[in-house]
């Protein structure tokens, strides 16, 4: 594997929201970034910009999470040269519905993005990972997938399954020095989260107000840049005391 002046981050799921903050917070701590996204060009190229004016290099990797040529196309050949030193996967969507009322296409498109895209890129970066003997993965999930969530029993099915694939795949690659945990969001302020009815939200939550994007970044920096680190296949919640 080719050697850098600098570490490398490919955050996944980067321009926007939690995503964008994540990387924000890598290029401070001094990463370059492989930011990858799905169609949104202008809000990648701002985060990109936010990055360089950090002074971190920033390449921008459009693909769809959801096709494995797609991932393919857009990783294998550069992997082969170069292992990230941390892999964040944030990619996420939901299409609420109770199951009752739930079709196959919103079944369908949040298990692809959450939980096959992992598997598609993860797979892709682990074997570059091993190569190289380092590494640290970093994995949104949510609180949905720790306790479930009315009217997304897709998204906390794709969040969970989040949960125990990254639990298994932590005893896979630990000795190898790869480090794999969890991050789990509760009620966070992004685009995703708009709707929700905070006068209903907030008297669950023991700090009495919604998460910011930064306080999940810092959690995930924490993770990925730590020296002396000792946590692993573990599942970190920030969520103001919502789930305990």
């Not at 799905?38 to 921008?60: D, I, P, Q, T, Y």
């Not at 970093?138 to 720790?146: F, K, N, P």
């Amino acid at each position: 594997m080719a050697e850098h002046s600098r570490k490398i981050a490919l955050v996944v799921g980067g321009s926007r929201g939690i995503g964008r903050a994540v990387a924000l917070r890598l290029a401070r701590s001094g990463f370059d970034l492989w930011l990858t996204y799905k169609g949104n060009h202008a809000a990648a190229e701002a985060v990109r910009a936010e990055a360089e004016a950090l002074g971190a290099a920033c390449e921008l990797l459009a693909f769809d999470v959801a096709s494995f040529e797609a991932v393919e196309a857009a990783l294998a050949e550069r992997l082969e040269t170069v292992s990230p030193d941390v892999l964040v996967y944030n990619s996420g969507i939901t299409r609420d519905n109770l199951l009752m009322w739930m079709n196959r296409e919103e079944w369908d498109a949040v298990l692809s993005t959450n939980l096959d895209g992992f598997f598609n890129v993860t797979r892709q970066v682990v074997f570059a990972m091993l190569k190289a003997k380092r590494g640290r993965i970093v994995v949104v999930s949510s609180t949905s997938g720790q306790v479930g969530q009315a009217g997304q029993v897709n998204y906390s099915a794709s969040k969970a399954g989040l949960i125990g694939a990254a639990k298994a795949l932590a005893r896979e690659v630990g000795k190898k020095g790869v480090l794999v945990n969890v991050v789990a969001p509760g009620f966070i302020e992004t685009d995703m989260t708009e709707q929700i009815p905070k006068a209903q939200v907030l008297p669950l939550v023991p700090l009495n107000r919604l998460g910011t994007v930064e306080d999940v970044a810092s959690v995930v920096n924490f993770l990925c840049t730590e020296e002396h680190m000792y946590i692993h296949g573990q599942v970190i919640g920030i969520n103001g005391g919502l789930v305990m």
